[in-house]
């Protein structure tokens, strides 16, 4: 959520872009609670919780990652993705890679132009171990280690 919040003030220059949670009257809210949630009085029932679908988009670095098209991840929040602002957003370079098939809800983003840029909105903590890292934990470390050793390769051809 904070990926979006700071790409929609730095990039599309939406100076007061932010979350309906941090600041219930911005103008711009990127990050907004689900409309039909919003009549709900009880937070624990505007709360999206447990597994969920995610459609992934071909030539992602999501879907290179998980070698799949199709993924279920589990959530554990209140505000999404607002997609009013979906067409600008990816106007602008940053890509939703990753979309849940019955609500069209953005699970995934993506800078492409970024050698490692992932941001999810669920949690890939809950199917992590020591013993078995989530996949995009384990490849998020292998793209870090591929940069250092790029950026000492090139540091030494100087």
Known sequence: QMAVIEFSRNVLGLKDANSTEMNPKTDNPVIDMMEDQKTIV??????????WACQLVPDS???????????????????EFNGKYKEQIEAAGMKATGLNP??????IIEIPSHPWFVGVQYHPEYKSTVANPHPLFVAFVKAALKHKKEKA???MAK
Do not use: F, P, Q, W
């Open 61 to 79: 670095i999501a879907r290179k990652v998980y070698k799949s098209d199709a993924i279920s991840e589990r959530h554990r929040h209140r505000y």
């Open 42 to 51: 009880n937070k624990g029932g505007t709360m999206r919780l447990g597994s």
């Open 153 to 155: 390769h090139a540091k």
């Open 102 to 107: 019955d609500t069209g809800l953005v699970e």
